[in-house]
């Protein structure tokens, strides 16, 4: 199993540009995250899905959108990127939105506005 | 909502026991979570405890939890210079199965 995939690793934008963060995990897991880290700020969650066809948001929605286009698969989006955004995203995955339900992270995307 | 507070900066001995400390506000707090994050990756579950839990031990890891503080800490005996990371404590309240996330402890081994 490869766990939680999220492409790409590394990207830099200019200020105005658009782009899709993809995740997708092989887990089977039902609920699936996005998070942003900021040096000294830890983990805000940007949104979630806690199920195939729902999505919410998370403390610092504003700026992005989100696709959970399956089980497998949560895109973030940013429709038109600003320097504030400049960030390391992670993707995260949980099996069932209960209990003791631990999260999965991907490797992080670094991401660079200009 | 729920508020996680750690230090920054731990500073240790290679052979030494390492203590990191959180606090959090929201005492209907039900799970809290240690997560340790290594140079580059995402983050990785070390353990947790139940809120109806006082102590787990794993391995070289202890977890000590203190509700009427709204305390967790986490000691790793014997430190080794592989233990060098950022450890977030995650504590998940009332109905949110969602954890809320501190802002990490870079722990730094020195030989």
């Known amino acids: 199993n490869a766990g939680v995939t999220q492409t790409p690793k590394f990207q830099v934008l200019k200020t105005g540009q658009s782009m899709t963060l993809q995740c997708a995990q092989d887990?089977?897991?039902?609920?699936m995250y996005w998070y942003r880290q900021d040096p000294g700020m830890g983990l805000r969650l940007i949104y979630y899905?806690?199920?195939?066809?729902?999505?919410d948001k998370g403390e610092v929605p504003n700026g992005y959108n989100v696709s959970r286009l399956n089980k497998r698969e949560f895109s973030l989006r940013l429709e038109s990127a600003a320097p504030s955004q400049t960030s390391v995203y992670f993707c995260?995955?949980?099996?069932?939105?209960?209990?003791?339900?631990?999260?999965?992270f991907g490797p992080g995307t670094r991401l660079t506005v200009l | 909502g729920e508020d996680v507070e750690q230090s920054l900066f731990l500073s240790v001995r290679e052979g030494d026991s390492s203590v990191i400390n959180c606090t959090y506000t929201?005492?209907?707090?039900?799970?809290l979570y240690w997560y340790k994050q290594e140079p580059g990756a995402g983050l990785q579950l070390l353990t947790y405890?139940?809120?109806?839990?006082d102590m787990k031990q794993d391995q070289r890891l202890t977890v000590l939890l203190n509700k009427k503080d709204k305390h967790l800490s986490l000691r790793i005996a014997d430190t080794q210079t592989g233990d060098s990371a950022i450890y977030f404590c995650?504590?998940?309240?009332?109905?949110?199965?969602?954890?809320?996330f501190g802002r990490g402890t870079s722990l730094i081994v020195h030989p």
């Open positions: 929201d005492s209907s707090s039900t799970y």
């Open positions: 405890i139940f809120s109806n839990m």
């Open positions: 899905s806690a199920s195939e066809g729902t999505t």
């Open positions: 995650a504590v998940s309240a009332g109905g949110s199965y969602i954890p809320t």
């Open positions: 995260a995955s949980s099996p069932s939105g209960g209990g003791t339900d631990t999260q999965y």
């Open positions: 887990m089977n897991h039902n609920s």
